[in-house]
């Protein structure tokens, strides 16, 4: 296995809140294997991208969570969120339960750094989850990088930061 991201991950702290939020002060911080799970289990991922007078734009796109980095294909050049990440690269990647929160800041690549190893993983992934699409090169994904990965499921006593390097 090319990069074993997937095995390995962030450590996790508890997410910092305004005051008032955690009255009881009590904190489970979520294990990074459950979050990674959501990701390489989640259907939909909202991108958020801003344009170049920062007015924000939202759309669900799809994708593959693989290595701990998210891979897509298509739009890119042709679609508002496309023309927004060749000009500004950041992102944040929302998955769609509003209950079951996973948040991504990332950074948004042309290129991808995929082995064929890994391009089958993630074809894999396309299949299981979208039945009859997968992508046909690795040429034409892209991939999103994650800085910072945020969530929770128990508001506000498991909110957990996650930063990769």
Same mark, same amino acid.
């Given at each position: 296995?090319?990069?074993?991201?997937?095995?390995?991950?962030?450590?996790?702290?508890? %997410?910092?809140?305004?005051?008032?939020? $955690?009255?009881?002060?009590?904190?489970?911080?979520?294990?990074?294997? #459950?979050?990674?799970?959501?990701?390489?289990?989640?259907?939909?991922?909202?991108?958020?991208?801003? #344009?170049? !007078?920062?007015? @924000?734009?939202?759309?669900? &796109?799809?994708?593959?969570?693989? #290595?701990?980095?998210?891979?897509? !294909?298509?739009?890119?050049?042709?679609?508002?969120? %496309?023309? #927004?990440?060749?000009? $500004? @690269?950041? &992102?944040?990647?929302?998955?769609?339960?509003?209950?079951?929160?996973? &948040?991504?800041?990332?950074?948004?690549?042309?290129?991808?750094?995929?082995?064929?190893?890994?391009?089958?993983?993630?074809? +894999?992934?396309?299949?299981?989850?979208?039945?009859?699409?997968?992508?046909?090169?690795?040429?034409?994904?892209?991939? &999103?990088? @994650?800085?910072?990965?945020? +969530?929770?499921?128990?508001?506000?006593?498991?909110?957990?930061? /996650?930063? /990769?390097?």
């Amino acid at each position: 296995m090319g990069n074993n991201a997937s095995t390995t991950g962030p450590k996790g702290r508890p %997410g910092r809140l305004p005051d008032g939020y $955690n009255q009881r002060g009590e904190q489970r911080p979520l294990a990074w294997p #459950d979050v990674r799970q959501r990701l390489e289990q989640a259907k939909h991922f909202w991108f958020s991208t801003a #344009d170049a !007078d920062g007015a @924000p734009h939202a759309r669900p &796109i799809w994708a593959a969570w693989v #290595d701990n980095t998210l891979y897509a !294909d298509g739009g890119v050049q042709v679609t508002r969120w %496309g023309r #927004d990440l060749l000009a $500004n @690269p950041r &992102i944040q990647v929302h998955l769609e339960s509003a209950l079951d929160v996973v &948040i991504v800041d990332g950074t948004f690549t042309l290129e991808n750094d995929l082995t064929a190893e890994a391009f089958g993983r993630v074809q +894999a992934s396309y299949l299981e989850r979208y039945k009859d699409y997968q992508p046909e090169s690795a040429n034409g994904l892209f991939m &999103i990088k @994650p800085r910072q990965v945020l +969530a929770w499921s128990q508001f506000p006593v498991d909110v957990t930061s /996650f930063t /990769f390097d």
